[in-house]
Every structure is written in structure tokens, then in C-alpha cells.
């Protein structure tokens, strides 16, 4: 099974809408942290916003909100007033593995979102 | 704002060639990764690296696959004899911990191409 899951298809949004990318994950860890990367065009990836498994409260950075739904396994990134630079891949990630761990980042295909003008 | 360097930005190699990958991690990091990154498909990891020595490794990092932290700053990943196969953007982050909260913060990457 996919650890995280992305299955939108290419997103698009008017600018200064607001945007909700879709990621589940899979684990059995009890102890887990969630990511999310953007990857503009140019190949470089931005950290965006962290989730942590036992954090009671959704992530917000900025304009990014994190809509963490633990039962259901979902971790969707929510962009507020989205910007002509937020064009971009999103990628999902997962951390498993609590203190004293040394965990890599699983990855899931990422989701290209346009923002139209 | 303090950033993983890498360098060559883009590296072109004839295929059997040995090639290293370079990164400067954040200074006061101490877990160190590599990813890779084929065109158009997801980052998929290498491995990972702590205390000098390898923490754990993808079954991608076959022998062909080194890492060394040969000094204070530097972090290389080795491939000893290229494949076609072996081009991809390859990532290096650094973390100042290894779980919770702490991102992992990833370099620009270099682009391999193997000719």
C-alpha cells in the first residue's frame, strides 16, 4: 500500500481563491509527523507547514493551513488568497518514528496546482 | 536564512563514470539525507546519515552508492560507475533532529545526466 497518497490531478485556482490539496497517508506508527513541500519550477523544495500526529490543533503558517483529520488519515493542505507564485508541485510527505528515530521523508507524486490570473 | 548548499548545480557524465555530489548542510545540523528525484516522478529517499555513519538506506543505495562526511562541513554521495538510469535531481537535506517538528531542509539539488 502507498504510505501517502495524492491522486488530484492537475489543480487550478483564480487568483486570490483559496485552494485545498488532498493528501491520505498510511501508517501503523503511533507517532508520525506530516509534511508539505512546494516545488516551483525551478527544482528546488520549499518546507511549507508540519503536522505532528499528537498536535491537537491544525498547522497554520502563514497562508497555509493544514486540515489534519487523524481518523480519517487525511492531511490536506489549505492555501488561503492564493498568489500567481504559488504555481507550483505540492508533495506530501510522512515522517514515522518517534524520539531518537533518524526517519527519512516518504513522499507521495505531489500535485501540480496553476494559479490563473 | 541559513541553507543546504550543493554543488555542481548540473553535472553531465559519461555513463561507467565516477561522479560526487556535493552539500554543505545548515552548521549546526546532524542528520543528513539524500534523495533523488527522476524527471517527473516523486523524491524517493537514499539514505540517511547521523554520528558518521549511515542510519539507514534504500534499496536504491546498492554498492555502487557511498556517502562520507569527509570533513566539519561537507556531505558527498559517491556513484562509482554511472548508469543511464542513475540520472535524476538529487537532493541533499539536513535536520537538527531526526523526528518531531523539526523539518528537513533540502538544497537546490544537482541535476545528473548520465550520456
Known amino acids: 500500500a502507498q504510505k501517502i497518497t495524492q491522486t488530484q490531478p492537475g489543480m487550478f485556482v483564480q487568483e486570490k481563491e483559496a485552494v485545498t490539496l488532498d493528501c491520505t497517508y498510511d501508517?501503523?506508527?503511533?507517532?508520525?509527523?506530516l509534511f508539505w513541500y512546494k516545488q516551483p519550477s525551478s527544482g528546488e523544495m520549499i518546507f511549507l507547514i508540519y503536522?505532528?500526529?499528537?498536535?491537537?490543533q491544525n498547522a497554520t503558517e502563514g497562508r497555509y493551513s493544514l486540515n489534519f483529520q487523524k481518523a480519517r488519515k487525511s492531511a490536506n493542505l489549505v492555501i488561503s488568497a492564493s498568489q500567481l507564485g504559488d504555481s507550483a508541485m505540492y508533495f506530501c510527505a510522512m515522517r514515522e518514528g518517534g524520539a531518537g528515530a533518524n526517519s527519512k521523508l516518504t513522499f507521495g507524486k505531489g500535485i501540480t496546482l496553476s494559479v490563473r490570473p | 536564512e541559513p541553507e543546504v548548499t550543493q554543488t555542481p548545480s548540473h553535472q553531465v557524465t559519461q555513463m561507467g563514470q565516477e561522479v560526487i555530489l556535493r552539500c554543505v548542510p545548515i552548521?549546526?545540523?546532524?542528520?543528513f539525507y539524500w534523495y533523488r528525484q527522476i524527471l517527473g516522478q516523486k523524491v524517493e529517499f537514499l539514505v540517511s546519515?547521523?554520528?558518521?555513519?549511515?542510519?539507514?538506506k534504500s534499496e536504491i543505495f546498492d554498492d555502487q552508492f557511498s556517502v562520507e562526511r569527509p570533513d566539519g562541513s561537507n556531505f558527498t554521495l559517491k556513484i562509482r560507475s554511472t548508469k543511464l538510469e542513475d540520472s535524476a535531481m538529487y537532493f541533499c537535506?539536513?535536520?537538527?533532529?531526526?523526528?518531531?517538528?523539526?523539518?528537513?531542509?533540502f538544497g537546490d539539488g544537482t541535476r545528473l545526466s548520465i550520456l
Open positions: 546519515f547521523y554520528n558518521n555513519e549511515i542510519s539507514e
Open positions: 503536522q505532528g500526529s499528537y498536535d491537537e
Open positions: 501508517t501503523s506508527d503511533q507517532s508520525y509527523g
Open positions: 537535506a539536513s535536520s537538527g533532529q531526526g523526528w518531531g517538528n523539526q523539518p528537513q531542509h
Open positions: 552548521s549546526n545540523h546532524l542528520y
